[in-house]
């Protein structure tokens, strides 16, 4: 029993506080890794910059395909232009359809004579039923 009991208290005192430094102190090199591994990522977070750069001279070639652009929306003034030209065309339909809206003036009047002549007819249904009396 005596035996037991020193085995014990020698346990704690010298044998498991040096595994345990140990372990601790392996824990302390594996918590200063991912300081290491922070360092790794803040070379990575470097790197990122100069793919921004990358993609800014991108952009700039954007502005370039816009100026670009620019030109080609320059080219639809002189397509609006030519719109223009055809929309003189549709004033010539224009005034074409109002010389063929001034002839139904004349079929208008064409009715009016025809309109007369019924008044003529109703003279004769006039002159028929005055024959009765």
């Given at each position: 029993m005596v035996y037991l009991t020193s085995m014990v208290l020698?346990?704690?005192t010298s044998g498991p506080s040096h595994p345990n430094r140990l372990v601790d102190y392996t824990l302390d090199r594996f918590n200063k890794t991912p300081e290491l591994v922070d360092t790794e990522l803040d070379r990575f977070n470097k790197s990122p910059a100069i793919i921004d750069i990358e993609l800014e001279?991108?952009?700039?070639?954007t502005k370039l395909i816009d100026t670009e652009l620019d030109r080609f929306n320059k080219s639809p003034a002189i397509i609006d232009i030519e719109l223009e030209r055809m929309n003189n065309t549709t004033k010539l339909i224009d005034t074409e359809l109002d010389r063929f809206n001034k002839s139904p003036a004349i079929i208008d009047i064409e009715l009016e004579r025809m309109?007369?002549?019924t008044k003529l007819i109703d003279t004769e249904l006039d002159r028929f039923n005055k024959t009765p009396y």
């Open positions: 020698a346990d704690d001279r991108m952009n700039n070639t309109n007369n002549t």
